[in-house]
């Protein structure tokens, strides 16, 4: 059973950088889809971005041209690179295994997940 271990996450003003890691461990990391959500309090878990395990990616409108995914197999690592953050950007960030064939922007095809890390932008 892969477990994941997010970290990174932390207070930022508007229009600054955060980068967040996803450490895998248990499991054979590169053979599966990754993929970043977020949960804002009072609202559903959101698609953030994902990567294939051929490293194509999904992203996001809202995240589009402002964060990149990528992976490190030998480390066994995912991350997301976020840039010109805004407060809409707030929320508790996961990372999670595609297990299952599907959209990626399906959180019901995704598990198991990381516990999370906090992301703050503030204004």
């Known amino acids: 059973q892969v477990q994941l271990v997010e970290s990174g996450g932390g207070l930022v003003q508007a229009g600054g950088s955060l980068r967040l890691s996803c450490a895998a461990s248990g499991g054979t990391f590169s053979n599966y889809p990754m993929g970043w959500f977020r949960q804002a309090p009072g609202k559903e878990r959101e698609f953030v971005a994902a990567?294939?395990?051929?490293?194509?990616?999904y992203y996001a409108d809202s995240v589009k041209g402002r964060f990149t995914i990528s992976r490190d197999n030998a480390k066994n690592t995912v991350y997301l690179q976020m840039s010109t953050l805004t407060p809409e950007d707030t929320a508790a960030y996961y990372c999670a295994v595609k297990a299952y064939s599907g959209d990626y922007y399906r959180t019901g095809l995704y598990g198991p997940w990381g516990q999370g890390t906090q992301v703050t932008v503030s204004s």
């Open positions: 990567i294939t395990s051929s490293t194509n990616t």
